[in-house]
Structures are given as structure tokens and as C-alpha cells.
């Protein structure tokens, strides 16, 4: 089964930037397409990022996506951090099936 | 603007039945797939699987077979999920989120996806 590994938490202060990975767990990550997701307390899920590196409109332009070929991973950063950024980030994917696969989430904490 | 609105918190008995609703507005319904993901307490993202919109055929995740069901009312531009002899391992929030376009009987992966705001089952005697 196709799998998605995230760092179970970040931290960094804020002014600074934060990279999230993502890494598959076979397959090439690159083969399909890469979102994430922001999820404040007690809200849903909001997309952050779609297709690798798309970033919807209102999204900050302090996030951007991208992918890693040769560690087999997806990346989520956030520069210029704010005490606003302090959320739980899922990745997503797909597996063989073109089923949905989402990553366990990281905690991000601004300090 | 898109908007997918779910139905209020839902307390049941184990051994009932819920429907969730998820009304979507802003886009053509038949256009995109459907996709339902849980969130039990304290817990990450579940996806439990999805509907095509276009043919009403659902597709479920492994671990949700059985009792959920997927269902369209194109109608009203409604999807539905039941839930059936709940358990209270059931209790989660569960969201309905938009997924990829669909065309010809078909449905694509990409594009941004849309959630609604979720719905809190609860389950317990």
C-alpha cells in the first residue's frame, strides 16, 4: 500500500522559513499530482497548494510547493512566518488505484 | 465561489443510522467528483472514498465498506453519506470534499479541491 511520511511536528520562530516533507513510500511521487492542506483548530481542511506547486487564490504567495525526485518527496514551505501559520498541514496523493492517500500531518508551531 | 455547505451535528444511538448532506453551489455538480474523508478525535485525515457525479458510482475505501453509502441528488446538488448500525468508533467529523473533473463518464485527478465545513457525528448510548 502506498504510503505518505510526514514529520509528526515542526517549530520555528516567526520571520523565518519552515519546510514540511512528505515522502512516498514507492513509486515515483513525481507520477501524480501533490496537495496540501492547512487545518486550523477546530476548522476543515482549506487547500494550501494543488498540483505540485499551484497555489489557489488567496493563498499568501509565503507558501509554495514542490517536488524532490530524488528523495522521493513532496515539500511544503512557508517563508516570512507568521503566529497565523501555526496549523496541522496534510499532504495528498494518490495511489495506483487514483485512490486518495494522505499523509499522517505535522504539526507546525510559531515561537 | 464554490461553496460546499454539510449538514449540522448529529448524536446517535449505536445501532442507528445517519445522512450526512454536502450542497454544493458555485460550479456545475456534475462536473466534479465528490470525495467523503473522516476525522476521528485527535486524529488525522481518512480518505473513505468517492462519487462520480457524473454516472453516480461510488468507489469506497478499504475499511469503509458495508455500512457507508454514497449517493447524488443531482437535483439539488446534494451528495449524501450513510452511515448504518453506527458504532461508537464511528464518532468523527466527516467532510465532503470536491476532487477532480469529471467528463464523459469519467473523472480526473488535479485541480483544487474544495471542503465543506464537516459534520460531527457522535455516537453513543
Known amino acids: 500500500n502506498f504510503m505518505l511520511t510526514q514529520p509528526h511536528s515542526v517549530s520555528e520562530s516567526p520571520g523565518k522559513t519552515v519546510t514540511i516533507s512528505c515522502t512516498g513510500s514507492s513509486g515515483s511521487i513525481a507520477s501524480n499530482y501533490v496537495q496540501w492542506y492547512q487545518q486550523r483548530p477546530g476548522s476543515a481542511p482549506t487547500t494550501v497548494i494543488y498540483?505540485?506547486?499551484?497555489?489557489p487564490s488567496g493563498v499568501p504567495d509565503r507558501f509554495s510547493g514542490s517536488i524532490d525526485s530524488s528523495s522521493n518527496s513532496a515539500s511544503l514551505t512557508i517563508s516570512g512566518l507568521k503566529t497565523e501559520d501555526e496549523a496541522d498541514y496534510y499532504c495528498?496523493?494518490?495511489?495506483?488505484?487514483?485512490?486518495?492517500?494522505f499523509g499522517g500531518g505535522t504539526k507546525l508551531t510559531v515561537l | 465561489q464554490v461553496q460546499l455547505v454539510q449538514s449540522g451535528s448529529e448524536l446517535k444511538k449505536p445501532g442507528a443510522s445517519v445522512k450526512v448532506s454536502c450542497k454544493a453551489s458555485?460550479?456545475?455538480?456534475?462536473?466534479?467528483?465528490m470525495n467523503w474523508v473522516r476525522q476521528a478525535p485527535g486524529q488525522g485525515l481518512e480518505w473513505m472514498g468517492w462519487?462520480?457525479?457524473?454516472?453516480?458510482?461510488?468507489t469506497y475505501a478499504q475499511g469503509f465498506t458495508g455500512r457507508f453509502v454514497f449517493s447524488l441528488d443531482t437535483s439539488v446538488s446534494t451528495a449524501y453519506l450513510q452511515i448504518s448500525s453506527l458504532k461508537a468508533e464511528d464518532t468523527a467529523v466527516y467532510y465532503c470534499?470536491?476532487?477532480?473533473?469529471?467528463?464523459?463518464?469519467?473523472?480526473?485527478?488535479?485541480?483544487?479541491?474544495?471542503w465543506g465545513q464537516g459534520t460531527l457525528v457522535t455516537v453513543s448510548s
Open positions: 462519487i462520480n457525479t457524473n454516472t453516480g458510482n461510488p
Open positions: 495528498q496523493s494518490y495511489d495506483s488505484s487514483s485512490h486518495w492517500v
Open positions: 498540483e505540485d506547486n499551484q497555489r
Open positions: 470534499a470536491r476532487g477532480g473533473y469529471c467528463s464523459g463518464g469519467s473523472c480526473f485527478k488535479g485541480g483544487r479541491d474544495y
Open positions: 458555485g460550479y456545475t455538480f456534475t462536473s466534479y467528483a
